[in-house]
């Protein structure tokens, strides 16, 4: 079973930092794509970033560039968010998705998420 | 256009057909791929590529694609279809993924 369980969420001040982690199981890890994707409460849903299976690709959202950061270990079966620069915008809930193997850009497993509050 | 519009609400009788439209130019180069989301719940693909379900996903749930439009089509609706449902695509570039605003599905 495809296991994705995002951490690292909470609360956090204007201008501040946080790292999120995605632990993933029940696949092979590294032959996969992954996706940070995010959701205001209530509101829909904005991707983020994506990086390939060895870590030597990474793409953002233009909101995020600059500022966020993925990252992965492939030793770990892990995959990071670092998030610095924060602003009350970036309050979501935080989902960590595998890109299929069916076709690029298609994600077919979501983790459950975790939500970053940015407030003073 | 890198943006995907979709409606806010749709309402549709129990038993009965509904179609959730999701529209953008980059759907004239790239399939759009269909999330179900239930509250407090991440979301569950549906159907993707030219209209494919993943093992599980019942066969109630099709897709369709017409120039700028892509659609998810629910024959027989039930109440556990209740939901929002998010569409998804690359953007023109290629490089991104862009999603709708998302559906909320009411059956009545």
């Known amino acids: 079973e495809v296991l994705l369980v995002e951490s690292g969420g909470g609360v956090v001040q204007p201008g501040g930092s946080l790292r999120l982690s995605c632990a993933a199981s029940?696949?092979?890890?590294?032959?996969?794509?992954m996706h940070w994707v995010r959701q205001v409460p209530g509101k829909g849903l904005m991707w983020v970033a994506r990086?390939?299976?060895?870590?030597?690709?990474?793409d953002y959202a233009e909101s995020v560039k600059g500022r966020f950061t993925i990252s992965r270990d492939n030793a770990k079966n892990a995959v990071y968010l670092e998030m610095n620069s924060l602003r009350g915008e970036d309050t979501a809930v935080y989902y960590c998705?595998?890109?299929?193997?069916?076709?690029?850009?298609?994600?077919?497993?979501w983790g459950q998420g975790t939500l970053v509050t940015v407030s003073s | 256009s890198s943006e995907l519009t979709q409606d806010p609400a749709v309402s549709v009788a129990l038993g009965q057909t509904v179609r959730i439209t999701c529209q953008g130019d980059?759907?004239?180069?790239?399939?759009a791929s269909w999330y179900q989301q239930k509250p407090g719940q991440a979301p569950i693909l549906v159907i993707y590529?030219?209209?494919n379900r993943p093992s599980g996903i019942s066969d109630r749930f099709s897709g369709s694609t017409s120039g700028n439009t892509a659609s998810l089509t629910i024959t027989g609706a039930q109440a556990e279809d209740e939901a929002d449902y998010h569409c998804?695509?690359?953007?023109?570039?290629?490089?991104?993924?862009?999603f709708g605003g998302g559906t909320k599905l009411t059956v009545l």
């Open positions: 998705a595998r890109e299929s193997m069916v076709g690029a850009f298609l994600i077919d497993y």
């Open positions: 029940g696949f092979s890890f590294r032959s996969y794509w």
């Open positions: 990086m390939n299976s060895d870590g030597s690709t990474r």
């Open positions: 980059s759907l004239r180069s790239y399939h």
């Open positions: 590529g030219k209209n």
């Open positions: 998804n695509s690359r953007d023109s570039s290629g490089t991104h993924l862009v």
